[in-house]
C-alpha cells in the first residue's frame, strides 16, 4: 500500500464502505426505522407529513455533518498520535542523565 494517498484521492479507498452485517441488533433497529419512515411517510398528510419529512431531512443532515466531524477528527487525532510517535521525542526522563 505504497501509494496510499492516490489511492485515497481515486476514491479506491472508501473508509465509509462499511456493513452491519455483523451487527445484528444495529440491523434490527435499521430496519424499525425504515419500517416507521415508510408508515407515517404513507399514512400522514398535509402539514403533519410536511413536518415529517423536514424532520427526516433535517435529522440527515445533522447526522451527516456529524459523522463528518467524528470521520475528520479522528483523522487528526490519528495523524497527532503518528506524529508524537515519529517525531516528538519528549518523555520525562532522558537517557544517560544522572
Known sequence: MGKFIEEFYYGNIDPQARSTKQNKAV????????????????????????????????????????NLDSFMMGFRFGAQFTYDTFVNDDAPFKDGVV
Open 27 to 66: 440491523q434490527k433497529q435499521m430496519a424499525v426505522l425504515m419500517l416507521n419512515e415508510d408508515y407515517l411517510t404513507e399514512n400522514l398528510s398535509g402539514e403533519s407529513k410536511k413536518k415529517f419529512l423536514d424532520f427526516v431531512n433535517a435529522w440527515s443532515v445533522v447526522n451527516g455533518e456529524s
